[in-house]
């Protein structure tokens, strides 16, 4: 048989429990615990072998940590020859579809612009020797006719022209 004063007991300490409780100022209490104390006894590693980090990657907003990021700041950090080293570039050449650009490379204006370029050279060249052997048709038809005096340099025009400058 148990005794009749036992579940009175039980009820009463309850009771007195409960009037404790409700007389209690949680936030007062709150605010005397020293957090740091109790963080001390708490093992991070058990906590966060419980979170299920695909789970909270899911609530994760890529396009809004893009936004905040500055991307100039990183691509400054960046070791860009470190990143070439990486860089397969015979893998990279095989990849470039060479009918593809050469259909669409104008070969014909490349031709003209080079061959326009040599002929430019050529003509420059041609004139160059034209005004020396000008020069020298100069000397000697001046020596046969015996002048004294040579002619002018250049024509009169572009001498009045400088002297006017």
Sequence with gaps: MTDPV?????RVAERAIDIVVNALDINALVARIDLNAVLDHVDI???LAKIDVDEVLAKVDVNALLDRADLDHML???????LLDRV??????QRIDMDALVEETDLGAVIARSSGGVASEALDAARSQAVGLDQFIDRWVGRLLRRKHPGPSMPTGLLDAQAAS
Excluded: I, S, Y
Excluded at 6 to 10: F, G
Excluded at 88 to 93: K, S
């Design 45 to 47: 590693n058990k906590v």
């Design 88 to 93: 397969d570039v015979n893998e990279l050449v």
């Design 6 to 10: 036992e579940p009175l007991a039980q």
């Design 76 to 82: 400054g950090r960046l070791d860009v020859g470190a």
